[in-house]
């Protein structure tokens, strides 16, 4: 396979992710990393072996050497930096949201159109857990039957102190939604590609535990640990949500529920959903990524080791290691880029990856759930 060579933009917690997963595809060369401060990329950049370091974005994309570019910004830049990326005929991986509101994405979904031989994608990472694809390739087979609910949450507790503070509680950079928007949408993707069903109206109820929270006076990355001092911070007031409950209908009839939150005391990275089927029902939860459940009526429920040898077919190619070597979230998401860039490469025309459309729609469900809140009542997804 040919070599591509690939840029970051963004230095925080997720652009590493990328850089990592590039990198153990074996042909993908990070060839550059952007980052706003000059000091910080050029640090990043070295530490990551990364030759070149640019404090502007556009230089990534006057780069004739980058053929693919990340978008691992902020979440108030990523429309703006999308549109660049396209329209400088580079091909473009952005993280999620996609856009901070359903009016930028469905621009960014026409744009996309326009540029047919560029890649478009959102990194929904967790569709690519070989148990996933297995879960996908049961209903495909029809060993679900018909689909009666979907229930499920996605928990942390990286917010769970006052003094605990990220850009993604302003409103300005990360949009009108924290937790929904940032885990919730995972949540919605995953359900809906597993299921094959999509979220038609949602009656959203959310709630901000700390309605202040004390800021750190300099800057402090995400998921890091702080000790700081009381005169190192300052309070500021939060309007939006760290907590959410969400019921939802989906376009079969069918019904189902997830909550979301950031303030759940000793839950890391609690993403689990339960798809109750007429035949059977599975359940997964990623902090234990490595066994799928399935519920039975009548005989004894099954546990699915993620076994190559024991995985779907569809599912097998996700599953790098035997059974009993565990794979996690380095996997999911090194399985994502390898279908990118697969596409890319012009590998495979038709590979699997989260396109535009995917993160538009995510998108439509999240502010579905924003106006249901503020009106109180059940409220359509307009897509």
């Known amino acids: 396979m040919r070599t591509v060579k690939a840029a970051v933009i963004g230095t925080g917690f997720i652009g590493p992710v990328h850089v990592e997963a590039l990198r153990r595809l074996g042909f993908v060369e990070v060839a550059a990393l952007a980052d706003i401060d000059r000091e910080k990329v050029e640090q990043k950049a070295a530490a990551l072996g990364v030759p070149k370091a640019y404090d502007d974005y556009r230089r990534v994309l006057d780069d004739p050497e980058i053929e693919v570019v990340h978008n691992c910004s902020p979440n108030h830049l990523h429309a703006e930096i999308n549109r660049a990326i396209l329209e400088a005929g580079k091909h473009c991986v952005s993280e999620k949201p996609l856009g901070r509101t359903t009016e930028e994405t469905r621009g960014l979904v026409a744009l996309a159109k326009e540029k047919p031989d ?36 996605y928990l942390q507790d990286w917010l769970f102190l006052d003094t605990d503070y990220s850009w993604r509680l302003d409103p300005e950079l990360s949009g009108a939604s924290c937790a929904v928007a940032d885990i919730g949408s995972h949540f919605c993707d995953l359900v809906q590609y597993i299921s094959g069903l999509a979220i038609t109206e949602v009656l959203g109820d959310l709630a901000t535990i700390h ?3 004390k800021r750190p006076r300099g800057n402090v990355e995400a998921f890091a640990g702080k000790l700081l001092k009381p005169e190192d911070y300052e309070e500021v007031p939060i309007t939006v949500e760290d907590y959410a409950n969400v019921l939802f209908g989906l376009d079969n009839g069918a019904r189902g529920m997830f909550n979301v939150s950031q303030v759940s005391a000793g839950r890391k990275n609690y993403h689990c959903f339960e798809i109750d089927g007429s035949k059977c029902a599975i359940a997964w939860n990623q902090e234990e990524p490595n066994e799928l459940w399935v519920g039975h009526r009548e005989r004894a429920n ?7 040898s024991l995985l779907k077919e569809a599912a097998r190619p996700y599953a790098h ?45 999240v502010e579905a759930i924003l106006e249901s809140h503020r009106s109180r009542q059940w409220t359509k997804v307009a897509y």
């Open 321 to 365: 290691y035997p059974g009993g070597h565990p794979e996690g979230y380095p996997d999911g998401s090194k399985n994502l880029m390898l279908n990118i860039y697969r596409k890319v490469a012009g590998e495979d025309p038709s590979a699997d990856y989260p396109t535009f459309e995917d993160g538009h729609r995510v998108m439509a469900v």
């Open 118 to 153: 560029l890649v478009n994608a959102v990194c929904f990472n967790y569709r690519y857990y070989p148990l996933c694809q297995h879960a996908k390739a049961m209903r495909e087979a029809g060993e679900l039957g018909e689909i009666y609910a979907i229930h499920g949450r």
């Open 211 to 213: 309605k202040v929270r």
């Open 302 to 308: 099954e546990i699915v080791a993620r076994d190559p």
